[in-house]
Structures are given as structure tokens and as C-alpha cells.
């Protein structure tokens, strides 16, 4: 990899300025015994389980206002999400360790997302502000025993900001930037010994830049394409009684965005319009040594797409969840539960399904230096049946700066209503895609975990992938993926050091050959960073983010090759000072500091040197 001389210079800047060696920017190291787990549903500690997590704690949220949860999430070790550096309407695509779109599970609260009314049924990464979370697990690998279809590669649980500890208080931001660029979001929140609440209101409007690249040699002007977006976050927190708590909450989404015919095609006017409502409840009935958990949710999205194959589509689903943990002495957590998802799809057409699953999970801890958890799931489907699913997941602590973990687990992916019942293609003899996943690893943590690093390899075989192939759905025969992750970090005195080196490879069908190539589509193979940050005085925090990514391939669908995109590599500066005891943040984002030039889509542009800068808020 070469750097050239502006990276040396940006950095060498930095350092003088700083008078330091590094501003880098990363996470404050996290303490495993302090921090809990709920996308587990069992609430374990970190150092108690042998699953791969990232934890975005809230400091990393505070300082992140100037960006967004595709910015944020592109960042994490194995994560890459697709148009994450396009323009910033264009719809984004998370890939976990090398897994397609669709093969992760986005939790909101610990309730399962998606958007019913799209192609795949994948939650949009646009429709929450970041302004709006408390905290982000990262689940790696396999998690279709507790959460079922779509969690193949891995879940994000994505933990809403809630009523504050006591009285009330008034938060905000504001920020603009470059493309003519805004962003306000205003709320309030309230908490006592038996109520609480969090309403907050988001939006966002940018001229943005062109989605479709010119082609080369090109001399057309093309417009650009903006959007506009509004979005509204309620949640309550209500304890009936001593041992009884309700928690429900509403959400809605509207999205406008100016978007291009494709590839090198510019078109203005075209458009897609998203309406996204999710309301429901949680509710936890507490016994001291049991709890029980009952979810439920109902989405509907509204997709208007004029151009598209489907001009306009809706979506329904009403998921129930209900679960009881059972603490069995000190060492043993029992989780037993049951779901329900009823989906109803809009188009031409009108169709429905419902998948009815069971599971349990048994949680073995501190036994010694041993954890173990073991669980399954068995999953019936209206439209293809039964199927099951396991997960084996054993954890030593050899002593207690050295810790091995594995899981050997089974995942799938059940056919959505789309590729069933499509007139473009839909096939009633679908049957879900079912992955075989392992990994293991070893986690090092010195001085009180102020020097980490965690190591991890990982594999995955799946077979009856659904595949398109031109007159419709099909399931092909196997994918294969493997890969591992190295994650240092230090904190050393003021400076925070985190990076993480990431390889995956893999074949995957394409529909441009019509066979099963040896890379995978718009993930790279390799991708290295590095980031840190500088508490430079009590005030003033800088920091900075360097990532490498490797040279990718994509497909020309105009003459129906395989394209090679070359590597690159970017640099973002942060920069906040605090005010009034912390309760007033200026803060300055700078994205791609040296204006690198590069594709990550084919025949779409990517953003240049880009920033915006503003304040956050709050008043108690």
C-alpha cells in the first residue's frame, strides 16, 4: 500500500499541531465486566460469552453528531456497508464478514427491523438518526437461534436514547456543511421513579451531489440530486408496579430522494419516495430470579419508486416475541421463547405469510475459568415449511488477560414475499437458504484492558442461496466465505489508539455471468484502519480516521462485464470543544481530507472532501 505525500503531509500537520504522536481517533477502551449484553436476551456480560462483539458506546455517540449510522457502522472491523461514501441519499447496503445484503438482523431496542414494501425487506440504514441511540451492539456470526431468519452474518442492536434520570432536560443539534447541507434535531426528556419518556424530531435536507458519474470524456452537466428527510422518535417507560413495566413506543420515517436512471445516467426529477411507521410495546414482568419479556411490533413502509419495475409497493408486519429468563443459582440462565411474524406485501399484487418459531438457549457461566451456551430453534413457515436451527458457543478464561471463545452455529434465511410471488420472477418452490457457520478466536487484555486485542478467524458454508438468473428465483447450490479480523487497541495516558485489519474472500453467483465467481461484488478483500483521539486538554477532544480498502469488483450491466475498482484509501479530521460544564459540544467533521478520487459503485460518484460543522445541546 503507498501513501502518498498530501497523506504524509495531513498527518505530519496533525502531529505538529497537536504536539503529540498520533490523532487518531477511537473508542474509549470498554471495560468487558462493566458492560452488558441485551441483544443476547439473557443480559450477559462480555467477558461472559464467547460471541464476537463491538460495543458503540455513548462517548463514541456524543462525539459523532456529524454523522450518520452508515458512517458510524462502516467503521467497526468486518462491517462495510455498500454506498456508505456515495451520495448520501442513495439507498446504503450492510455487509457482515462478506455476507450479501440481507444477511444481518437489525435490532431496534431488541426488536427485529426491516421494510416490509423493499426488495430483500432490508432495514433502510437511513430512516434513524444517530441522534437518537444510546449505544450500538455489534453480534458477529450466526444468530438465527435466538432471532431467526436474516441473521446469518450477524445482528446490530441499536439501544434508543430514554427519559433521563431525573426531571427534565431539553437537547439538540445543529450542523451544516458542504452540498448546502443541514441537519436539526430538537427533543425532550423526562424521567421519574415511575414514568419517563424520550420524544425527539430529526431532519435533514442536502443538495447533494450527482448520483450518476459522468462518463469519461463526457462534457453533459449533470444536476444533482438532493434530499429531504423528517423523521420522529417517541418512547415511554411506564412501571405499574413493583415487578410490571410497559414500554411503548413510535417511530415514523419520510424520506425524498432525487436519485438518477443508473449507472452514467443522468436523469432530473426521478425520484423515491419512503413513509416508514413502526410502533408496538415492550413489556417485562420481573419475579427477582425470572422475567418475562413480551414484544411486540408493527411496521409499515410505503415505497414509491416511478421509474422502478415496481412503481409503488407497501409493506405490513406485526411481530409478537414473547421470552422468559430463568436464573438457575448463580451459574446458569435459561431462556426459553416464542415469536410470530405475520407479513403482508402490496404491489400488483397483494400476498402474505407467516412464520411461527420457538427457541431455547441455556447459558453456563463463570464455571471456573468455563462458559458455555447452547441453544436451538425450530421455525415453521406458511410458505416453505419447517426448519431448525443451532448454536454451541463455549468460552475459557485462562486467566484473566487471556480468554478463548468459538461457536460452531446453524443460520438461514427464509424467502421474502418478493422473490415468491414477484411477477418478475417469483417462485412458489422456494426453500429458505441455510448457512453452516465457525469461528474462533482469542481476546488479550492487559493493565485493566487498557491495552486489547482480540483476534478472530471465521467460516461459512451456505447452501440453496436464492439467486437471481434472469427469468426468476432460484436456490443455488453453496456460497462459501472465510475470513478473520485483528483489533488492537491501546489507551495511553490522553491517547486513544483502536484499529483493526479485516480479510475476507469468497465466491458468490452473479447474474452478470451467469456463473459463480471467486470474489465477492463491492466487498473488498482487504481493508486496514486505524483510529484514535486526543482529549488534548479538559475541553478540546481531536481525532482523526485513516482506512485502507483493497481493490474490489463490480459489474457493468450495460456490457455485461466484470469491472475491477481500484484501492483507495481515506482520512476524516474531528475536532469538538465543550462548553458549560459539558452541556454545549461545537463541534467540525471533515470527510475525505485529501479529496481522494475513487469508485466505490460502478458508474456512480463518490463523495470528495466534504465536512460540516455545528453544536449540540442540552439543558436541564
Not at 424521567?191 to 451531489?209: E, L
Not at 424520506?255 to 417485562?284: M, Q, V, W
Not at 411486540?296 to 409503488?312: C, I, K, M, R, W
Not at 482480540?454 to 475470513?483: M, P
Amino acid at each position: 500500500m503507498k501513501i502518498n505525500n498530501r497523506l504524509l503531509i495531513a498527518m505530519s500537520a496533525g502531529f505538529i499541531q497537536l504536539g503529540a504522536t498520533s490523532i487518531l481517533r477511537a473508542q474509549d477502551v470498554v471495560n468487558l465486566d462493566s458492560v452488558v449484553i441485551s441483544a443476547t436476551k439473557i443480559d450477559q456480560k462480555q467477558s461472559q460469552t464467547g460471541k464476537v462483539v463491538t460495543i458503540i458506546g455513548r462517548d463514541v455517540l456524543d462525539r459523532s453528531h456529524g454523522r450518520s449510522l452508515p458512517d458510524l457502522l462502516n467503521e467497526q472491523a468486518g462491517v462495510v456497508v455498500g454506498g456508505g461514501t456515495v451520495n448520501s441519499g442513495a439507498n446504503k447496503s450492510l455487509f457482515i464478514r462478506g455476507a450479501g445484503s440481507g444477511y444481518a438482523v437489525i435490532l431496534i431496542d431488541g426488536i427485529p427491523m426491516n421494510n416490509p414494501a423493499s426488495i430483500g425487506a432490508t432495514f433502510d440504514l437511513r430512516a434513524f438518526s444517530i441522534d437518537q441511540v444510546d449505544r450500538i451492539e455489534i453480534l458477529k456470526g450466526g444468530q438465527s437461534t435466538i432471532y431467526g431468519s436474516d441473521a446469518v452474518a450477524g445482528v446490530v442492536n441499536i439501544i434508543t436514547k430514554k427519559g433521563s434520570k431525573a426531571g427534565n432536560s431539553v437537547y439538540g443539534v445543529g450542523s451544516f456543511g458542504t452540498y448546502n447541507t443541514y441537519k436539526g434535531t430538537v427533543g425532550m426528556n423526562y424521567g421519574s421513579k415511575d414514568f419517563s419518556y424520550n420524544i425527539a424530531y430529526t431532519q435533514t435536507k442536502t443538495d447533494g451531489i450527482s448520483e450518476a458519474a459522468n462518463p469519461e470524456n463526457s462534457t453533459a452537466i449533470f444536476d444533482k440530486d438532493g434530499n429531504k428527510t423528517a423523521a420522529i422518535n417517541a418512547n415511554f417507560s411506564l412501571q405499574a408496579t413493583e415487578k410490571l413495566s410497559v414500554n411503548p413506543f413510535l417511530r415514523y420515517f419520510y424520506g425524498n430522494y432525487s436519485t438518477d436512471l443508473g449507472p452514467f445516467k443522468d436523469r432530473e426529477g426521478t425520484y423515491i419516495k419512503l413513509k416508514h411507521f413502526n410502533g408496538g410495546a415492550n413489556s417485562k414482568y420481573d419475579f427477582g430470579t425470572g422475567r418475562i419479556n413480551l414484544n411486540y411490533s408493527f411496521e409499515n413502509s410505503q415505497l414509491a419508486d416511478p421509474t422502478g419495475f415496481v412503481p409503488f409497493s407497501e409493506g405490513k408486519m406485526h411481530l409478537v416475541d414473547l421470552f422468559y429468563n430463568q436464573k438457575i443459582g448463580s451459574k446458569l440462565d435459561v431462556l426459553v421463547g416464542l415469536d410470530n411474524r405475520a407479513t403482508r406485501l402490496s404491489t400488483s399484487l397483494v400476498a402474505s405469510t407467516n412464520q411461527f418459531s420457538t427457541y431455547a438457549s441455556v447459558f453456563m457461566h463463570d464455571l471456573s475459568i468455563f462458559n458455555l451456551e447452547i441453544g436451538g430453534r425450530y421455525n415453521k413457515a406458511k410458505a416453505y415449511g419447517e426448519n431448525y436451527t443451532y448454536n454451541i458457543t463455549p468460552s475459557i478464561n485462562i486467566i484473566k488477560e487471556i480468554k478463548l471463545f468459538g461457536t460452531i452455529s446453524t443460520a438461514f434465511k427464509a424467502p421474502n414475499l418478493d422473490y415468491i410471488f414477484s411477477p418478475y420472477g417469483g417462485n412458489l418452490d422456494l426453500v429458505p437458504e441455510e448457512s453452516k457457520n465457525y469461528e474462533a478466536g482469542v481476546n488479550f487484555s492487559f493493565s485493566d484492558q487498557k491495552y486489547t486485542l482480540r483476534a478472530s478467524g471465521f467460516k461459512r458454508d451456505l447452501t440453496n442461496a436464492i439467486v437471481y438468473v434472469g427469468n426468476g428465483y432460484i436456490n443455488q447450490l453453496s456460497q462459501k466465505v472465510k475470513g478473520f479480523e485483528i483489533e488492537p487497541a491501546a489507551q495511553i495516558g490522553i491517547l486513544n489508539l483502536r484499529g483493526y485489519v479485516a480479510y475476507v474472500e469468497g465466491n458468490e453467483y452473479t447474474y452478470l455471468t451467469s456463473t459463480v465467481m471467486d470474489y465477492l461484488f463491492r466487498r473488498p478483500k482487504n481493508i486496514y484502519a486505524i483510529n484514535a483521539g486526543v482529549q488534548a486538554t479538559k475541553d478540546f477532544f481531536v481525532s482523526a480516521n485513516f482506512k485502507y480498502n483493497s481493490k474490489s469488483y463490480d459489474g457493468d450491466f450495460t456490457t455485461m462485464k466484470v469491472v475491477e475498482l481500484p484501492a483507495y484509501k481515506l482520512l476524516s479530521v474531528y475536532a469538538e470543544y465543550t462548553l458549560i460544564k459539558k452541556q454545549l459540544r461545537l463541534f467540525a467533521d471533515m470527510k475525505n481530507v485529501l479529496n481522494e478520487k475513487y469508485t466505490e459503485i460502478y458508474g456512480y460518484n463518490s463523495m470528495g472532501f466534504n465536512m460540516n460543522a455545528g453544536l449540540s445541546f442540552t439543558i436541564k
